[in-house]
């Protein structure tokens, strides 16, 4: 599976943003699906992730009520929409998918397919 994340810009806090990852190869149907961030000088922290079926979802504590994940099957993509953005929300953000068990589901290392990432800035 080949990802292809886009949406990342410059962005005033308090702004929206929605990014893309569109994938090649494979549908996403079969894997579980997910959004990384890394922001500059830190580790790489869950954000989002979509169950396989696309049934359930679960964001990390930082972005509830803030942050949607969300496919498309027929365009095969998956999308994450950001709301309130805040400048601690600037960060590289990544797309994933893999066969991943839902107690792994905010590990990075499970997953095996990753888009090469869009760089989310947000101004205050």
């Known amino acids: 599976v080949q990802l292809q994340a886009s949406g990342g810009g410059l962005v005033q806090a308090g702004g929206s943003l929605r990014l893309a990852c569109a994938a090649s190869?494979?549908?996403?149907?079969?894997?579980?699906k997910a959004w990384f961030r890394q922001a500059p000088g830190k580790e790489r922290e869950f954000v989002a992730t979509?169950?396989?079926?696309?049934?359930?979802?679960s964001l990390a504590d930082v972005v509830k009520g803030r942050f949607t994940i969300s496919r498309d099957i027929a365009k095969n993509t998956v999308y994450l929409q950001m709301n309130s953005l805040k400048p601690e929300d600037t960060a590289v953000y990544y797309c994933?998918?893999?066969?991943?068990?839902?107690?792994?589901?905010?590990?990075?290392?499970?997953?095996?397919?990753w888009g090469q990432g869009t760089l989310v800035t947000v101004s205050s």
């Open positions: 994933a998918a893999g066969t991943v068990i839902q107690s792994s589901r905010a590990i990075a290392s499970a997953y095996a397919y």
């Open positions: 979509l169950s396989q079926n696309g049934g359930v979802s």
């Open positions: 190869g494979r549908s996403l149907s079969g894997y579980r």
